[in-house]
């Protein structure tokens, strides 16, 4: 039995409370994972909110990177002292898993929400022995250890700092695989990217990998401005100085745009992504919004030629597309830490208010590495 400090939470519409948890024995597929940091993704937040509906009390988390410390007899591809990076759980097995789209897993639900094994059993005890929901995204990783399986621990190169590698595992292979597996902009092209949070500068990035022509960052905080432009948009637009910001890219790139990202999942900002492409013109919708979320959409507007299409994790095996992320970034066209705040794992409030008020890209909490 190991024991470990944990972000619980224990009603939803609270902040998760600092506690010591207990990790018991490994099953035989699983590894323990110490963290050496973890981002904060929007799914968190409304997870915490009660959006998702992962059972309580649990401890969630689900951008992990630190190092093996630990394995399961069955585990064959990772050792003790491997760095990894921890992306979403699935089966491996089903038809989509087969045909290496892991992220329309038919079981991703229970995996990632379920907050338990697939026996029922939880990977979790609180430090009266009671049990906490684990399995978050198959981590649950806010936390100085958790729990994973080679299904979702994809290992990293020696040489890669552990702690800006975790929102390689969600929020940046979201946006970056939303361009480069799903959109597949061609050289030349134009695309706008709504919404500059992580998942939004990790399309720009991207955008600029495929060898995009124009591309246009969106976002009312104008903060965000100046890093989505360092990392390769070519313009930017401050939606609310603009009453038909569809209209406003039209103009600006005469005509409009090939590809849209939208991370933000409103349906205000869907139909101003929709109202911003040329014909024909795709556009892809990755922003998560609690329960229900429904739509209006012109079907003349699509009948020309254009797509709204609906993409989860990147469309992306983790196994795969994280590697080929890390070899961007070690060649520098993929800088992960111009999005990175740290945070000491005791400031996780503190970090909380910086992700909520849109002070910080991408909030890190590290881990003391003693702990
Ligand atoms: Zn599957
Ligand atoms: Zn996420």
């Known amino acids: ?60 988390g689900h951008e992990g990177a630190g190092t093996v410390v630990e394995i399961g007899p069955d585990v064959t591809d990772l050792d003790v002292g491997d760095p990894v990076v921890l992306g979403f759980d699935s089966c491996r097995t089903c038809r989509n898993c087969a045909r290496g789209r892991p992220a329309y897993c038919t079981r991703f639900a229970p995996l990632n929400y379920g907050g338990r094994r697939a026996d029922g059993s939880t990977t979790l005890r609180d430090a009266s022995g009671a049990p906490l929901h684990g399995n978050w995204f198959g981590q649950s990783s806010f936390a100085s250890l958790a729990i994973a399986t080679e299904r979702n621990a994809v290992r990293l190169p020696d040489d890669v700092p552990l702690v800006p590698a975790g929102p390689l595992g969600c929020g940046l292979q979201t946006g970056a695989g939303a361009v480069l597996r799903v959109l597949r902009p061609e050289p030349g092209s134009s695309i706008a990217v709504f919404g500059l949070g992580a998942v939004g500068m990790a399309a720009v990035m991207a955008a600029r990998i495929a060898g995009c022509g124009t591309v246009v960052g969106v976002d009312p905080n104008p903060r965000r401005h100046a890093l989505a ?93 994280l590697p080929e992320l890390v070899r961007l970034w070690q060649q520098g066209s993929f800088p992960v830490e111009k999005l990175i705040r740290t945070f000491p794992f005791e400031r996780f409030d503190e970090a909380l208010a910086a992700v909520r008020a849109g002070d910080v890209v991408k909030a890190v909490l590290t881990f003391d590495p003693q702990e």
């Open 229 to 321: 432009r360092e990392l390769g948009a070519t313009e930017t637009l401050n939606p609310d100085e603009h009453t038909d910001p569809g209209r406003r890219i039209r103009e600006i790139t005469g005509g409009g745009v090939d590809h849209a990202v939208e991370a933000v999942g409103t349906e205000a900002v869907i139909r101003q992504a929709l109202a911003s492409l040329t014909i024909p013109g795709t556009c892809a919708t990755l922003g998560l919004r609690a329960g229900r979320n429904p739509v209006t959409v012109d079907q003349t507007h699509l009948l020309n030629g254009r797509t709204l299409t609906g993409v989860i994790e990147g469309d992306a095996d983790p196994h795969v597309f």
């Open 1 to 60: 039995m190991h024991t470990a400090t944990a972000a619980v939470l224990r009603d939803y519409g609270t902040t998760p409370r600092a506690e010591p948890i207990e990790l018991p024995p490994l099953r035989p597929d699983e590894v323990l994972v110490r963290i050496g940091g973890v981002g904060i993704c929007h799914t968190d937040l409304t997870a915490a909110a009660g959006g998702v509906p992962i059972p309580l009390p649990a401890v969630l």
